[in-house]
């Protein structure tokens, strides 16, 4: 059902018109109007079931209630605003036993539903109650697509609907023969299950099973319904279970083989949620016998970009074990992998990067020409997308996880390297960002040839950043990766020549770190001067300032507790030998 044409439009505004004059027929001109509207197919509707021999008798409170409603319709197609009268009609209409009183009031409803820019008041949801649970087909298809209208549209309140009640009619209308129905109603759960609490109503009430049932139909529109619902209830982790229990993970599984790429979207994006708690890899990856590793990998060329990005970030989801990457490598996964770092969608070059990160956990299960094309590709999305944070942190933490020592020489040769330190400088770049990118330098910098690389260029721009970046105490660990930078450098004292112009800012942050109460940071602080005393100049800088007297009395600390420690150490000993 859509929204009623202007042919509609017109034999409703008649309608209204018409029953101001002879009000003595309402029920017998509602009865044609509903005809001439359902001919229309603009409305969608299948036809109705067979009317039963037997009429309701029309009793006089409904009569008038008829009468006062059809009049708001009129005013109300205009500027007649909601009110207690018209609410009160809607009530009588939808729990009257005549149909077509209430066809008459969820068609109101579907209108309203159609053009509201405000919220529905709570009360009109009293209604839904009789016109959800209508024995009319009709007024069940419209009921639920205005009920589904109200919520797309923001009109409605989600927690409300489950709190007043309206969850388990709708449930219920999941079982319902008629595929508009059961369309309709899908979306109502798809749109509620956006809420947490309402995910967990949701399967309290049983709505696990209709919904596996539905994302097997052979109504496209329904399945996608039923799996985009699947999809906003496994954001919850007491549903993921349920869902795994009940048999959810073969029929995700198939679905992703739908010609439909709505349906493969959801399907994969549900997988890949149930993926993220290792919990269910074991009964994921029994499926088929790898058969699920298999379609994703399959649906990675996709030529759906969001159905391509998603199934990289379910199978990153699922490669956090050792023994899933070995077997993606074995299905030489990689050069499909690689050519998406350079896809033209930003999504997929993100998720694909992602699992990338990944699968660089296992460096030992690659040999040295697919690590170096590996760097080659990287090199070229971290030019592209030097200021996309997820790109830098993973590209970060993809080379640090190379950073064995027969990588260094092909590290150094890529542009990767060039890139890290261009992302160290680029002020315009996020904390966390920058975090990573900085402890992929500390990393690196352990082996001789990237710190000898880089003292050698004496880039003083380099080192002026490295000790402001040090000095941002307010960023913990950016502030202690890039102090790890600078003692990997001060080695030797190399780079203790480029610091000498920095150095109060130098002497301030180590007695930062001094003074912190994390170990960390005190031990990295004392190496540092260690490394930076054996230049004659700063050594006598140190000596002369509060540094000095900082590490005396960590030093006198230090003596205080080994000897607390020797003394607890030996009464323990002494007890034990009593025993």
């Known amino acids: 059902m859509g929204r009623l044409c202007e042919r509609c439009a017109q034999i409703l505004q008649d309608f209204v018109s018409f029953v101001k004059s002879l009000s003595s027929r309402i029920v017998e001109r509602i009865k044609e109007c509903m005809i001439l509207l359902s001919e229309c197919c603009c409305l969608k509707t299948r036809s109705r079931k067979v009317r039963q021999l037997y009429e309701p008798v029309l009793q006089n409170h409904e009569k008038v209630a008829a009468q006062e409603f059809l009049n708001h319709m009129e005013a109300g197609l205009q500027t007649s605003p909601l009110g207690k009268e018209t609410l009160d009609a809607l009530k009588i209409l939808a729990f009257s036993e005549n149909a077509d009183l209430q066809h008459s009031a969820a068609l109101y409803y579907l209108h309203m539903s159609q053009h509201m820019n405000t919220q529905l008041p709570a009360e009109y949801l009293e209604p839904y109650q009789a016109l959800l649970q209508s024995s009319d087909l009709e007024v069940q298809q419209m009921s639920s697509l205005s009920l589904v209208n109200f919520l797309l549209e923001g009109n409605l309140n989600k927690e409300l609907v489950v709190q007043v009640g309206l969850l388990e009619p709708v449930l219920e209308l999941l079982e319902s023969g008629d595929s508009a129905v059961q369309c309709n109603s899908c979306a109502c759960i798809m749109t509620l299950a956006i809420s947490e609490s309402n995910r967990e109503a949701i399967g309290i009430a049983g709505g696990i099973l209709p919904l596996l049932t539905l994302a097997k139909s052979y109504d496209p529109r329904v399945q996608q319904n039923a799996v985009g619902a699947i999809l906003n209830l496994t954001r919850s982790e007491r549903i993921k279970s349920i869902l795994c229990r009940e048999g959810a993970l073969p029929v995700l599984t198939m679905l992703l083989q739908s010609a439909d790429a709505e349906i493969q979207y959801y399907s994969c994006a549900s997988l890949g949620n149930i993926a993220a708690n290792p919990e269910h890899h074991k009964a994921m990856l029994a499926i088929g016998d790898g058969f699920l590793l298999r379609m994703l990998v399959s649906l990675m060329s996709s030529s759906v970009q969001k159905v391509s990005s998603q199934a990289c970030l379910c199978l990153n989801n699922l ?200 170990l960390r940071f005190q031990h990295l602080s004392i190496t540092t001067l260690c490394m930076l005393s054996e230049d004659p100049e700063f050594s006598l800088a140190i000596s002369q300032s509060p540094l000095k007297e900082q590490l005396e009395q960590i030093r006198q600390q230090t003596e205080e507790t080994q000897a607390l420690l020797r003394v607890a150490i030996s009464q323990t000993d002494t007890l034990n030998l009593n025993e």
């Open 319 to 518: 490669a956090s074990s050792g023994e899933v990457r070995t077997h993606l490598l074995s299905i030489d996964i990689m050069p499909l992998l690689l050519s998406l770092l350079n896809s033209n969608n930003k999504d997929v070059r993100q998720a694909s990067i992602t699992l990338l990160c990944t699968m660089s956990h296992s460096p030992g299960n690659m040999d040295a020409a697919l690590r170096e094309e590996m760097l080659q590709y990287l090199a070229v999305l971290m030019q592209t997308e030097r200021s996309n944070p997820v790109v830098l942190i993973h590209a970060s933490c993809t080379i640090q996880n190379l950073s064995q020592a027969e990588n260094m020489e092909v590290i150094i040769q890529s542009q990767c390297f060039e890139e890290l330190l261009l992302a160290l400088l680029n002020p315009s770049n996020e904390e966390e960002a920058l975090q990573y990118v900085a402890s992929c330098l500390a990393e690196l910098a352990k082996h001789d040839i990237i710190r000898e690389n880089l003292v050698n260029r004496k880039d003083k721009a380099l080192i002026r950043c490295l000790v402001k970046l040090a000095g941002r105490l307010e960023h913990k660990e950016l502030s202690f990766q890039v102090a790890s930078v600078i003692k990997q450098l001060s080695h030797a004292g190399k780079i203790a020549a480029e610091l000498k112009n920095h150095m109060k800012e130098v002497q301030a942050y180590l007695m930062c770190f001094l003074n912190h109460q994390e």
